[in-house]
């Protein structure tokens, strides 16, 4: 099966840096991704590692390392707006997406 | 349609009786996929579709849930003899070719309520 674990919550000030830890365990891994979901509304994506290293979207960036089995997703200067639960997912070889149980990132101003 | 639509949006039924979810995904989205998210819980995984086949059926919880889906499009998620904890949202995203974009839509959900 799949498992992934992600930090339940993290608090930070609007402006700052968050950085959201994923360690997975799958077979047949063949990228990971990132979605966010604001309460009450449906999961967006973010964005999406199959190969090591650093994919930068705007305030976001996503990291892998496969041979380390982790992932990470960066948000920059830090909105209010950025206040949601954020999760990572793994997609198998034969493209079955698993999640994490998500990380609610709390903004304050 | 312009995004995956999920029907009804929100259901109320009595314990016991049987319950259809239905997934219109994004026309020509190969890949489609169910979960179920309980209040302030994760995206817990129930079944995939590639095409009109289901090669992992392993997070079905019980017997009383089953899926199918039909022309490479429409999906139903039916749920037997409802259980209190059988409530959840119940999410479906598909995803176009996940091989080349690995990019998944998802609905708005059901809200499904058992009383």
């Known amino acids: 099966g799949q498992s992934l674990e992600q930090p339940s919550e993290v608090t930070a000030v609007e402006g700052a840096i968050v950085q959201i830890n994923c360690t997975y365990q799958?077979?047949?891994?063949?990228?990971l991704s990132w979605y966010q979901q604001h309460d009450g509304g449906a999961p967006t994506f973010l964005s999406y590692?199959?190969?090591?290293g650093l994919e930068e979207t705007g305030r976001f960036s996503s990291f892998l390392s496969r041979s380390d089995s982790y992932g990470y997703l960066l948000l920059q200067e830090l909105q209010m707006k950025d206040s949601a639960s954020y999760f990572c997912?793994?997609?198998?070889?034969?493209?079955?997406?698993?999640f994490g149980a998500g990380t609610t990132v709390t903004v304050r101003a | 349609g312009a995004g995956v639509s999920q029907s009804p949006s929100n259901k109320v039924t009595e314990k016991g009786k049987d319950v259809e979810l239905r997934c219109d995904p994004i026309?020509?989205?190969?890949?489609l996929y169910w979960y179920r998210q309980r209040l302030g819980q994760g995206l817990e995984f129930l079944i995939y579709?590639?095409?009109?086949?289901?090669?992992?059926k392993s997070g079905l919880p019980s017997d009383r849930f089953s899926a199918e889906r039909t022309g490479e499009s429409v999906s139903t998620l039916t749920i037997q003899r409802t259980q209190q904890e059988d409530s959840a949202v119940y999410l479906c995203?598909?995803?176009?070719?996940?091989?080349?974009?690995?990019?998944?839509?998802f609905g708005q959900g059901t809200r499904l309520t058992v009383v």
């Open positions: 995203a598909s995803s176009f070719k996940p091989q080349l974009n690995t990019e998944a839509f």
């Open positions: 799958t077979s047949g891994f063949y990228g």
């Open positions: 590692n199959a190969l090591d």
């Open positions: 997912a793994v997609q198998r070889w034969d493209y079955k997406l698993s």
């Open positions: 026309s020509g989205h190969t890949a």
């Open positions: 579709f590639q095409g009109n086949s289901a090669p992992d």
